[in-house]
C-alpha cells in the first residue's frame, strides 16, 4: 500500500510552490490555459477543477478559520491544478504507447482497499483532499491514473520514481506538444512539469499586496 500513496503523490506532486501570479495585459492563448495534443484545456474548465477543490474544502471544513488556513495552504491551487492536468494527459499517453489499460473493475478494487484502509469512503475522499487536492469527484479518476503508472512502470521494468519510468514520461511529454498560456508558466518536456515563468505583463503578489510590476 506503500507504493500505491507513492504514486498517488505522483499526480500531485511534481509541483513547486511559487508566488501568485496575476496576468495584467493581453493573453497570447484567449480562451486556454493549455493546449495538450492539439486539444484545448479552457480556462473555464480549470476554474471548474479548482472549484470543485474549493467546494469539497468548504464542506469539509465549516469552521471559517480552518478553511482560511486551508485556502492559504493552498494559495497555487490554479497553477497546480492545471499541471495535474497536463500531467494526466501525459502519463495517459505514455500508458497508451506502452499498451497499458486499466479495466473498471481494477479501478473498483483499489478503491475498496484505500478506503478499508482509511476507514470508509468519506476518510477516502476527504484524505486525498487535504493530501493531493482532488475533489471527490474526481477520485476514482484520479485511481485510474494511480493504475495506469504502476502499470507503466511494471511494463517497462521499473518504479514511478525512477529516470527510465520519467524518460517515458519525457517522450510522451513531446510528442503532444504542450502549450500552455505564459500566465501560467510554461511545460519542461524532459521533466514533465510545469516551470514559472517571468514575463513583463506578469505582477508577482504576496500577502501583503502588490509589491511590485515587471
Known amino acids: 500500500m506503500h507504493?500505491?500513496?507513492?504514486?498517488?503523490?505522483?499526480?500531485?506532486a511534481a509541483i513547486v510552490?511559487?508566488?501568485?501570479?496575476?496576468a495584467c495585459g493581453n493573453d497570447a492563448h484567449p480562451g486556454a490555459a493549455a493546449v495538450v495534443?492539439?486539444?484545448?484545456?479552457?480556462?473555464?474548465?480549470?476554474?471548474?477543477?479548482?472549484?470543485e477543490v474549493r467546494e469539497a474544502q468548504r464542506a469539509a471544513v465549516p469552521d471559517e478559520a480552518q478553511?482560511?488556513?486551508?485556502?492559504?495552504?493552498?494559495?497555487?491551487?490554479?497553477?497546480?491544478?492545471?499541471h495535474s492536468m497536463v500531467l494526466d494527459q501525459v502519463l495517459h499517453r505514455a500508458a497508451q504507447d506502452a499498451g497499458v489499460t486499466v479495466t473498471r473493475k481494477e479501478v473498483q478494487d483499489m478503491r475498496a482497499g484505500l478506503e478499508q484502509q482509511a476507514g470508509g469512503s468519506k476518510a477516502l475522499e476527504t484524505a486525498w483532499l487535504q493530501r493531493y487536492g482532488i475533489a471527490p469527484e474526481r477520485l476514482d479518476e484520479n485511481l485510474r491514473l494511480q493504475l495506469e503508472a504502476q502499470k507503466l512502470a511494471a511494463v517497462l521494468g521499473t518504479d514511478t520514481g525512477q529516470a527510465d519510468f520519467w524518460q517515458a514520461m519525457a517522450k510522451a511529454s513531446k510528442k503532444l506538444d504542450i502549450d500552455l498560456n505564459p500566465r501560467y508558466g510554461s511545460w519542461d518536456d524532459e521533466k514533465s512539469s510545469r516551470v514559472d515563468a517571468k514575463t513583463p505583463w506578469v505582477r508577482e503578489v504576496t500577502a501583503t499586496g502588490t509589491q511590485e510590476t515587471a
Do not use: C, H, M, W
Open 3 to 12: 507504493r500505491r500513496r507513492r504514486t498517488a503523490f505522483l499526480l500531485s
Open 17 to 22: 510552490a511559487a508566488p501568485l501570479l496575476t
Open 37 to 51: 495534443g492539439g486539444q484545448r484545456i479552457t480556462v473555464a474548465q480549470l476554474e471548474t477543477r479548482v472549484n
Open 67 to 82: 478553511y482560511a488556513q486551508a485556502i492559504a495552504k493552498t494559495g497555487t491551487l490554479s497553477r497546480d491544478t492545471l
